[in-house]
C-alpha cells in the first residue's frame, strides 16, 4: 500500500540552524500539509500546499518557514533559524485531488529536536 | 473562543468491552469530522469521516455519530481488543480552505486483557 514517507525520522539542531525536512508524498496525491505536534499538545496545522503554491497557513507558520516542492516527488519543509520551541514531531500529510475524497494520509514524522 | 474537547485524556476499559470516546467542539460548524488513530511516535492513521448531514457512520467494529445541534460527536469501538490501545483523535474539517483539519487533543484508550 502506498505511504508517505519523512526523513530524517530524527533531526537533531542548535537553535539558529536552518533545517530542511523532507517528505515523500503519495505519487498520486495533488495537496500536500505539513502539520507539528509539541510533545503532549494536539497536532496543530502548519500550511498546506497546491498547484505548487501555499494554499492555506497557520499563525504558526511565520516568515521562519517555508516550503517548496522542488522536483516531482519531494516536498519540504524549511525552518530558517531554529528556535527552542520549534522542537515537535513534524508530520507530513497528502491528500488525492477528488473533491469528495477528505481523508488524509500521514507521514511518520521527523522529530526535531533545538538544543 | 474555537474549542475541541475530547472527554478524557485516558480511557482504561476491559477486553470485549465498548470503548465510547467524546468530542465536543464550540464555535465552529464543521462540515466534516474525522476520527483518526495515533500510536506513539507514529503519525495519525485516518478511521473514519461523517459528514454533518450524517447521523451515524460504521466500519467493522467502529460506529461514529455526529451531533450538530450539540456540537458533539461519539466515537464507539466494540468489542475492544488490546490491539485497540492507542490515542483517538477527534478532527474538524472547515466548509472553507484546503481540506485543512483541526484537532483534538486526544484521547488515550487502553484495553486490558
Known amino acids: 500500500e502506498p505511504e508517505v514517507t519523512q526523513t530524517p525520522s530524527h533531526q537533531v539542531t542548535q537553535m539558529g540552524q536552518e533545517v530542511i525536512l523532507r517528505c515523500v508524498p503519495i505519487?498520486?496525491?495533488?495537496?500536500f500539509y505539513w502539520y507539528r505536534q509539541i510533545l503532549g499538545q494536539k497536532v496543530e496545522f502548519l500550511v498546506s500546499?497546491?498547484?505548487?503554491?501555499?494554499?492555506?497557513k497557520s499563525e504558526i507558520f511565520d516568515d521562519q518557514f517555508s516550503v517548496e516542492r522542488p522536483d516531482g516527488s519531494n516536498f519540504t519543509l524549511k525552518i530558517r533559524s531554529t528556535k527552542l520551541e520549534d522542537s515537535a514531531m513534524y508530520f507530513c500529510?497528502?491528500?488525492?485531488?477528488?473533491?469528495?475524497?477528505?481523508?488524509?494520509?500521514f507521514g511518520p514524522g521527523t522529530r526535531l529536536t533545538v538544543t | 473562543s474555537q474549542k475541541i474537547e475530547q472527554n478524557s485524556e485516558a480511557l482504561n476499559i476491559q477486553e470485549g468491552k465498548t470503548a465510547t470516546l467524546t468530542c465536543n467542539y464550540t464555535?465552529?460548524?464543521?462540515?466534516?469530522l474525522q476520527w483518526y488513530r495515533q500510536d506513539p511516535g507514529r503519525g495519525p492513521v485516518f478511521l473514519l469521516l461523517?459528514?454533518?448531514?450524517?447521523k451515524e457512520k460504521r466500519k467493522e467494529r467502529l460506529k461514529v455519530t455526529f451531533d450538530t445541534t450539540l456540537k458533539q460527536s461519539l466515537f464507539h469501538i466494540t468489542a475492544s481488543q488490546p490491539a485497540d490501545s492507542a490515542t483517538y483523535l477527534c478532527?474538524?474539517?472547515?466548509?472553507?480552505?484546503?481540506?485543512?483539519?483541526?484537532f483534538g487533543k486526544g484521547t488515550m484508550l487502553l484495553v486490558s486483557p
Open positions: 500529510a497528502s491528500k488525492f485531488l477528488a473533491a469528495s475524497s477528505y481523508e488524509q494520509y
Open positions: 505519487s498520486n496525491h495533488l495537496y
Open positions: 500546499f497546491y498547484n505548487n503554491e501555499i494554499s492555506e
Open positions: 464555535n465552529y460548524s464543521p462540515a466534516y
Open positions: 461523517i459528514r454533518e448531514n450524517e
Open positions: 478532527a474538524l474539517l472547515l466548509p472553507s480552505g484546503y481540506s485543512t483539519l483541526t
